[in-house]
């Protein structure tokens, strides 16, 4: 058809119509960037961030808290055993020193017109599956119908826009999308997992499984104890191990994770040398805990790396599909409460820093007043928004760090309150049309317990009985994605490029569907707008005012009270490793541009023997 199609141009239109056409007509790339041209050329050898010539061998042994009752990560059921992403592979991959650009893994080119109306990914020969089956469109498309039909609900937030999939060859597969102009959704199709369609006939797609999947990845499921353990052996003469955008990584023979309930326990096993490596989250654990043996003696490295990653919000998040938290009032009145000054030198030793904006650490977060392009964005929803977007700067509530200076705000968050209808009861609560002001917050971990117990003391100065509510992991997942919560300490996640995951976050056709990370329950035609302008936002400049008009909107509606945030990694681990020189902006390699040094190691092994037992 296409070629009938051509022979009736040749003849019906002039040598310059002829030539746009042909000028028109796609042609395969090796990447492709969110906006401007992918740093690395057709013709790169390796990423700047890794060792070429890193050697293969040894083990790196990992460590995480919680548990897992599943091998199969891409629907709703069950807790997903940790590293399991490292057997299968996409289409594409990212690199740790670009904003947003996917450079071809499984595809090895990609084809897509100007306006990025459709995507079309040319299989690689060599790409096979771990049980040596090609890699085909098939499977492809098999993958992506499986996924919007029976996968996680966030598959089907994420490529919404897909109209049809379909395999044009056994090795060239196309994307139609059902609008043009979203220059994201050619790239966010490409991190699709690629799943064998030979392997999951016959099974129940939906089901939790500790049957590891047949992948594709460089690692495969050696050994597992459900909820303990798991293990992950190299795939011997992988099929990428020599791609240019693969060169370098992957170095481990095997890589392991145990799995801890206990904090306080995970944290030892370091320090026994039951593990390698740990990323430390707890600034006071940081300050007083690593005072060990090992750290003295230089056999654990402790780091701090800076880093230039968007640190999201990570906050008390309203679900506001409850009656009591659905006026904006009574949210702006609780972050009064929230002393983050005093808390942070307490607890934290005046590490970390407070959290103002949604796309904080980073050029998308918006400050001051809005000016220029952003205000021209704004001014489109005047009276739609909160007059405090264009009269004010946002800005969280202060203390001294005294605890004593939390009576003034608790004195605004007293008038804000009464302003919203609430009055102190016979009880000592504060009470509106019979109700008292009662809810609980919900958390999966300990270590939150000493910022949220003076955050409930405060609030029953005003007459709110806040009540705390630890539960297991997978209880707390199972009741977060049922939206059964009334507050929970929540990180909104975000990248260097957001697109089509902020309808996940933000979308009114989201705050009904269980299992969406639209969480807290916000149903507002400005951002819905807001959001489908930036998906398809033309430019860098365009997507920064963008992110900056919708941060304003989110924070000047109070459907959080912001928490706190730390723009270095803290890192400790056994000297045993080698690493490259260069660490990305972006990402901290471990463990995939890692390797093993079996000199270090052996001069470990003479002054340590890890106590295997947990």
């Known amino acids: 058809m296409y070629r009938l199609w051509l022979a009736f141009l040749v003849i019906a239109l002039p040598f310059t119509a002829i030539t746009a056409a042909a000028e028109e007509t796609p042609q395969p790339m090796h990447a492709v960037a969110m906006h401007g041209a992918p740093k690395y050329g057709p013709d790169f050898k390796h990423v700047d961030y890794v060792n070429p010539d890193a050697p293969k061998g040894g083990e790196m042994r990992l460590a995480t808290s919680g548990t897992f009752d599943t091998l199969n990560p891409f629907v709703l059921k069950g807790v997903a055993a940790p590293g399991i992403g490292m057997t299968v592979q996409t289409l594409t991959t990212g690199t740790d020193d670009e904003a947003f650009t996917r450079y071809g893994l499984i595809a090895e080119t990609i084809e897509m017109p100007e306006d990025r109306s459709w995507v079309a990914f040319n299989l690689r020969k060599e790409a096979r599956f771990n049980d040596g089956t090609p890699i085909t469109a098939d499977d492809v498309v098999w993958t992506f119908n499986a996924l919007m039909a029976k996968g996680h609900p966030h598959y089907r937030a994420y490529y919404a826009n897909v109209k049809e999939a379909k395999a044009e060859s056994p090795s060239r597969v196309k994307f139609t999308f059902n609008m043009a102009g979203n220059r994201e959704l050619p790239l966010i199709v490409g991190e699709m997992p690629v799943l064998s369609r030979h392997y999951w006939e016959g099974k129940n797609f939906e089901s939790t499984t500790l049957e590891a999947p047949l992948g594709s990845g460089p690692y495969r499921v050696k050994s597992i104890e459900p909820g303990r353990r798991v293990t992950y052996e190299r795939v011997k003469d992988w099929w990428a191990e020599n791609l240019p955008i693969m060169k370098g990584q992957n170095n481990f023979d095997a890589i392991i994770f145990d799995v801890y309930r206990d904090e306080t326990v995970l944290l ?23 005072d060990q043996k090992p750290v003295k003696e230089g056999l654990i490295k402790k780091e701090e790396i800076k880093h230039s990653l968007p640190a999201g919000m990570q906050a008390f998040a309203y679900n506001i599909r409850r009656p009591l938290f659905q006026d904006p009032k009574v949210r702006q009145a609780l972050g009064y409460a929230f002393d983050f000054e005093w808390s942070n030198k307490q607890f934290a030793y005046g590490a970390y820093h407070r959290t103002k904006s949604y796309f904080e650490n980073s050029e998308l977060a918006s400050s001051g007043m809005p000016q220029g392009r952003e205000l021209e964005i704004l001014e489109q929803y005047r009276g739609k928004v909160p007059d405090e977007v264009f009269t004010s700067e946002f800005r969280v509530p202060q203390t001294d760090g005294s605890g004593a200076g939390v009576r003034e705000n608790l004195g605004k968050a007293k008038e804000l309150l009464n302003a919203a209808g609430w009055r102190l009861g016979a009880k000592g609560l504060l009470e509106k049309d019979g109700q008292e002001f009662k809810f609980e917050i919900l958390t999966n971990s300990e270590n939150f317990e000493r910022w949220i117990n003076p955050f409930i003391s405060n609030l029953k100065k005003l007459g709110i009985q806040a009540n705390l509510r630890n539960v297991e992991a997978a209880q707390y997942q199972n009741r977060i994605e049922n939206f059964d919560f009334d507050m929970t300490v929540h990180t909104f996640g975000q990248s260097l490029s957001p697109g089509n995951e902020q309808r996940d976050f933000w979308g009114s056709d989201k705050a009904d569907v269980k299992g969406s990370r639209n969480i807290i329950g916000i149903k507002s035609p400005v951002l819905d707008d807001l959001v489908g302008r930036l998906v398809s936002a033309k430019d860098r400049e365009a997507l920064i005012a963008l992110c900056h008009a ?33 660490t990305p902006k972006y990402g901290l390699g471990v463990p995939d541009t890692w390797w093993y040094d079996k000199e270090k190691a052996d001069k470990i092994a003479e002054k340590v023997v890890p106590d295997k037992k947990k």
């Open 550 to 582: 919708i941060d304003r909107v989110l924070l000047w509606n109070y459907y959080v009270i912001p928490q706190f945030y730390h723009d270095k990694w803290r890192v400790a681990y056994w000297d045993k490793f080698g690493h490259p020189e260069t």
């Open 268 to 290: 030892q096993a370091l320090f026994s040398g039951n593990y390698d490596f740990r990323a430390e989250n707890i600034a006071k654990s940081w300050a007083v805990e690593y």
